[in-house]
């Protein structure tokens, strides 16, 4: 059975431009609840340790200094079937191939700075939670 939970984190360039109203208030009403929220600034090295699973990929430098380069805001998010309608609503990795309507159509400026984060597994999703988020900062 699908998981209830994802993980998401609205990226640099989103957080510089101020959408995180814009972005939060797209979470909100498709249907998931925050569960955690937290700004805060990756360094480097905890960037890595984020995408370790990408480090043999040719952007995985570049997604690293990007990811540390300003504040992001990490989020738990709460909804039946979390993992796949999230990856629905933030839509595709390139936004040149996001469909109208999806949270990466609207504010995503390229295929790395594309706006926000989504867990790809109910597994993934735990780990990337218990990344940023202790029991007591979760409600
Ligand atoms: P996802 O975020 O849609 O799950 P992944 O393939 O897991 O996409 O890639 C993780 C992140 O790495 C992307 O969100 C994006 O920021 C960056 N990325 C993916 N592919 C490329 C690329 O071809 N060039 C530069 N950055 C990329």
Do not use: W
């Amino acid at each position: 059975m699908a998981g209830n939970i994802t993980f998401t984190m609205i990226k640099p360039d989103a957080v510089a431009d101020n959408h995180i109203g814009g972005i939060t208030k797209m979470i909100e009403e498709g249907g998931f609840r925050i569960v955690a929220m937290k700004k805060t600034r990756l360094s480097e090295e905890r960037a890595g340790k984020f995408y370790e699973v990408h480090k043999e990929r040719p952007f995985y430098g570049d997604l690293v200094k990007y990811m540390s380069s300003g504040p992001i805001v990490a989020m738990i998010l709460e909804k039946d079937n979390a993992v796949e309608d999230f990856r629905k609503l933030i839509g595709a990795t390139n936004p040149a191939q996001a469909e109208e309507g999806t949270i990466r159509k609207v504010y995503a400026k390229s295929i790395e700075a594309n706006a926000v984060h989504g867990s790809d597994s109910d597994e993934n999703a735990q780990i990337e939670g218990d990344f940023f988020f202790s029991a007591d900062e979760r409600f």
